[in-house]
């Protein structure tokens, strides 16, 4: 099984463009998550889905959407891309909300830089 | 902002030492779970202790917790190299659906 699976791996964009950062699990998962990583910081959480048809807003939420295209997908979106986004995002997800039951599987992450 | 607070922010110890890792929190929770991250790769899911559980043994690694304290402690006995990543503790709480990490102790193990 390949569990978590984002891309792009690598991106560099200028400030001002906009992309969409893919994710999608193949443990049928109900629960999935956004968090990005910055240095001395751990993980913070931007938005997830408890389960399909529903997002909701997590600590970050400013400067991103997101979508839960089915129950295996769920984008990232960056309207206009700052400096301030400069950071690694790694998707997750869950059997259950909060990984009650086995906690969370996560993507090998997308190193973004904006310049 | 951070529910859980690792300490120490950074840990060097022999092959063979044990390592314990402590983890502090400031809300009551439902469970607590500790992750690694090797440099470069994401998190991987070690253990998940539930808040009526005092103890938990996987292998070579032992959770404690103690909800009066709100603490928790992670400790890897026998250490090898391989183990040398990040440790996160993270936390879910009343009716949170999500997971709540803190900043990470960084361990290095020397062989």
């Known amino acids: 099984n390949a569990g978590v699976t984002q891309t792009p791996k690598f991106q560099v964009l200028k400030t001002g463009q906009s992309m969409t950062l893919q994710c999608a699990q193949d443990m049928n998962h109900n629960s999935m998550y956004w968090y990005r990583q910055d240095p001395g910081m751990g993980l913070r959480l931007i938005y997830y889905s408890a389960s399909e048809g529903t997002t909701d807003k997590g600590e970050v939420p400013n400067g991103y959407n997101v979508s839960r295209l089915n129950k295996r997908e769920f984008s990232l979106r960056l309207e206009s891309a700052a400096p301030s986004q400069t950071s690694v995002y790694f998707c997750?997800?869950?059997?259950?909300?909060?990984?009650?039951?086995?906690?969370?599987?996560f993507g090998s992450g997308t190193r973004l830089t904006v310049v | 902002s951070q529910q859980g607070e690792e300490d120490p922010q950074a840990l060097s110890i022999q092959e063979g030492e044990n390592a314990t890792m402590n983890c502090s929190y400031k809300?009551?929770?439902?469970?607590l779970q500790w992750y690694r991250q090797n440099s470069g790769r994401g998190l991987v899911h070690l253990i998940l202790i539930r808040s009526n559980e005092r103890e938990k043994h996987s292998g070579r690694l032992r959770v404690t917790l103690d909800t009066s304290k709100k603490s928790s402690s992670l400790l890897i006995t026998a250490s090898r190299a391989a183990d040398t990543a990040s440790y996160f503790c993270?936390?879910?709480?009343?009716?949170?659906?999500?997971?709540?990490f803190g900043s990470g102790t960084q361990l290095t193990v020397l062989p």
């Open positions: 993270a936390t879910a709480s009343g009716s949170a659906r999500q997971l709540t």
């Open positions: 809300t009551s929770i439902n469970n």
């Open positions: 997750a997800s869950s059997e259950a909300a909060s990984g009650r039951s086995g906690g969370y599987t």
